[in-house]
């Protein structure tokens, strides 16, 4: 599975041609889905569905899911469906879903308990990028009502064969000790002029952007942190966005599209530039230094579609332009509802 990164041309005009389309949802199902183990049904708000991205491939998705987990010999994991061709695609050892069991992998500092397996247990937004999957857990406070927000994992996975996705481990980490370090939304991208493959995370009232070194081979070099912004209400500031997208424009300026903002039940996504700056004597980028507002977009369902809330996601086709799905919070009846906006999308 995998996701082409496109330069999209004139992609600030792109993205407000959505607008033309924005009163033109499309609805369709996903079909044929076995749900997750411990995945809420109905009006559970607190297991939900919480991500999804469109790859390449017709009616190809991961859409990333919550589990409550509250007993320590419960089997329920956080997830993420596989979906091929609009279908459950019984890939992962003959599921539709990949279980992110945290204890594999215990990132955390001795304050957080490495055995207790029902923590992280909250994909948040996510992101494919070529056949990268960037996830981020965040962990619900006993109550389950709160996040807590000192600590979330991050994750990556190698997707390209759906028989056999492996996490990319030397990647993942964890952040612990600071009250802004939730991920509720994770976008990725790859440069594919400056070699360095790049993240931005929702936390806590701020975003985060960071970056690999410039032609860092897959896991092995860790992320460093090359601009933090803070979020708010004034119409031109980043908000808390539950879903993240990062993309290139043919002049290689780096955009990232963000929504819905976590303040309204309106159905909106904000386009922003990611300015940045060179290394001085070097062809990588070393910083971000603005996170200049460009736009925005409202978007309408086909009658009771899902929100933005339960997951949004933007992808650029081969046509190069954009696509924008929203899925509702569970699977029912072996089926998920979306909704698309673009007229070509399939």
């Known amino acids: 599975m995998f996701a082409t990164i496109r330069k999209v041309t004139n992609l600030e005009q792109k993205f407000k041609n959505l607008g033309n389309v924005a009163k033109k949802a499309k609805a369709f199902t996903l079909n044929d889905i076995v749900r997750a183990p411990g995945s809420g049904t109905s009006a559970d708000l607190i297991a939900h569905q919480q991500g999804v991205c469109r790859l390449d491939g017709k009616g190809d998705f991961i859409i990333s899911g919550c589990v409550k987990n509250t007993s320590f010999t419960s089997n329920d994991r956080p997830y993420f469906y596989v979906i091929k061709d609009f279908k459950g695609s019984k890939a992962v050892e003959k599921n539709d879903y990949y279980q992110i069991k945290n204890e594999d992998n215990p990132l955390c500092t001795d304050d957080v308990n490495k055995d207790d397996h029902r923590r992280f247990t909250h994909p948040g937004g996510i992101q494919v990028a070529e056949n990268i999957l960037a996830v981020g857990l965040e962990d619900y406070k006993d109550t389950e009502a709160t996040v807590n927000n000192d600590r979330s994992f991050l994750r990556f996975y190698d997707i390209s064969n759906e028989y056999n996705i492996t996490e990319i481990k030397t990647w993942a980490w964890g952040r612990v000790d600071q009250e802004t370090m939730t991920a509720s939304a994770i976008g990725i991208t790859k440069s594919t002029r400056y070699g360095q493959w790049i993240l931005a995370i929702r936390g806590k009232d701020h975003l985060e952007i960071l970056s690999t070194p410039q032609n860092a081979a897959i896991g092995g070099t860790k992320f460093g942190t090359i601009g933090i ?19 290139w424009s043919d002049d290689d300026k780096l955009y990232l599209i963000g929504g819905p903002d976590g303040g309204s039940n309106d159905d909106i996504l904000f386009l922003y530039e990611l300015q940045y700056t060179l290394y001085p004597g070097a062809n990588y980028i070393n910083s971000i230094t603005n996170a200049r507002y460009v736009d925005r977009v409202h978007f309408y369902r086909s009658g009771s579609g899902p929100r933005f809330e339960y997951g949004v996601g933007v992808y650029v086709n081969q046509n190069n332009q954009f696509e924008v799905y929203s899925i509702e919070m569970h699977v029912i009846d072996n089926k998920i509802r979306c909704n698309v906006w673009n007229e070509d999308a399939f």
């Open 229 to 247: 912004f803070g979020t708010g209400a004034l119409s031109t500031r980043l908000k808390n966005f539950q879903g993240i997208n990062l993309f």
